[in-house]
């Protein structure tokens, strides 16, 4: 019952705000702690459909920023004229979509998730995979001083995927949003200040 409550009250705010996903809260939250997203900054969002982080993070760089996005699925949502969205397979071809636009990031941010199947070693492990990618892209397209967030599901690899962005980055943070339901695995690995 409880979880229900949890689920309508940001599903009820994503709907009355204009966001076609709750999950927009989680990177209110982790803008407002980490002091990241600025004017003008430009941002890659991996696993941006059905595109609430892309809206949000949009307003916040403001025209003179851009925000990309990459997915799987289409994005069915009207965009602002900052965004552009590519769809496609991170781990297939996402390396050639976005060397097709020869930008630099300020910010990456992945909010990819795999489809789940309730088995939580098989869930964790995709994750893994998919974050793994994400900070790939993030070693190639990420100008120095970036940030990079980077949600997983919490597995016996987690260590080694924070330690990972611990070395890349000079400070390495883990946040669990307030927004993030309490039974989720979910939690999002930073890296700020790419070296
Ligand atoms: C939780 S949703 C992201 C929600 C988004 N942040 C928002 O606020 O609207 C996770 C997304 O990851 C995408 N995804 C999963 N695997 C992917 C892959 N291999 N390449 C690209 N996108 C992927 C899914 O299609 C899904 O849309």
Redesign the pocket.
């Known amino acids: 019952m409880k979880q229900k409550t949890w689920e309508d009250h940001f599903s009820r705010k994503a709907k009355k705000e204009n966001?076609?996903?709750r999950?927009?809260y989680k990177?209110q939250e982790i803008r407002k702690k980490f002091r990241i997203i600025k004017k003008g900054d430009v941002i890659l969002?991996?696993?941006?459909?059905?595109?609430?982080?892309?809206v949000y993070a949009a307003d916040m760089v403001g025209p003179e920023g851009v925000v990309v996005g990459?997915?799987?699925?289409p994005v069915e949502i009207a965009v602002p004229p900052n965004v552009k969205v590519l769809t496609?397979?991170?781990?297939?071809n996402?390396i050639d979509l976005l060397n097709s636009l020869d930008l630099q990031y300020n910010i990456i941010?992945s909010?990819?998730?795999?489809?789940t199947t309730g088995r939580k070693d098989i869930d964790s492990y995709r994750s893994l995979l998919?974050c793994r990618?994400a900070l790939e892209i993030a070693e190639s397209f990420l100008l120095p001083e970036g940030c990079f967030v980077c949600?997983i599901f919490q597995g016996p690899d987690f260590k080694e995927f924070s330690d990972t962005v611990k070395n890349l980055f000079k400070e390495q943070k883990t946040f669990k949003p307030q927004s993030s339901r309490k039974a989720s695995k979910e939690i999002y690995v930073i890296g700020i200040g790419k070296k």
């Open positions: 966001f076609p996903a999950s927009v990177l969002d991996l696993g941006c459909s059905p595109g609430s982080w892309l990459l997915d799987l699925k496609g397979d991170v781990a297939e996402g941010l909010d990819m998730a795999p489809a998919l990618v949600k």
